[in-house]
C-alpha cells in the first residue's frame, strides 16, 4: 500500500505561483515514477508531469512545459510541482499518483488539492 498526501493547493491570481507538495509512504519510491495529474469540471483527468524517482527524469505536458517544475526531496519522500505563470484553464483538482509509466500505469492516488486561478 502506498499513501499520497497532497497540499499547497489555494486560489492564486494569474501570472501568480503555487507549489504543491505530495507527501509519500508505503513504497520504495526509487523504483517507481511518480506523478501529477489534474481533473477540471466537466473534463477527465488529465497528465500534467512526472518524475522517475531514481533516475530524477522529468517529463511533462505540452500545456505546462516552460512554467512548471516537477522535483523531489528523497530525504524526505516528497514530491513538489512549482506552478508558475498560472493561467485561469490551469483551475483544476491536482492529484499526485505513484506507478510504473512517466504517462500511465498508476495505481496509487492521493485524495487531490484544489487550484483556482483567477483573472
Known amino acids: 500500500q502506498v499513501q499520497l498526501v497532497e497540499s499547497g493547493g489555494g486560489l492564486v491570481q494569474a501570472g501568480g505561483s503555487l507549489r504543491l507538495s505530495c507527501l509519500a509512504s508505503?513504497?520504495?519510491?526509487?523504483?517507481?515514477?511518480m506523478g501529477w495529474f489534474r481533473q477540471a469540471p466537466g473534463k477527465e483527468r488529465e497528465f500534467v508531469a512526472s518524475i522517475n524517482w531514481g533516475f530524477d527524469s522529468t517529463y511533462y505536458a505540452d500545456s505546462v512545459k516552460g512554467r512548471f517544475t516537477i522535483s523531489r526531496d528523497s530525504g524526505k519522500n516528497t514530491l513538489y510541482l512549482q506552478m508558475n505563470s498560472l493561467k485561469p484553464e490551469d483551475t483544476a483538482v491536482y492529484y499526485c499518483?505513484?506507478?510504473?509509466?512517466?504517462?500511465?500505469?498508476?495505481?496509487?492516488w492521493g485524495q487531490g488539492t484544489q487550484v483556482t486561478g483567477t483573472n
Open positions: 499518483a505513484n506507478g510504473r509509466g512517466d504517462r500511465s500505469g498508476y495505481d496509487y
Open positions: 508505503g513504497r520504495t519510491l526509487r523504483q517507481y515514477f
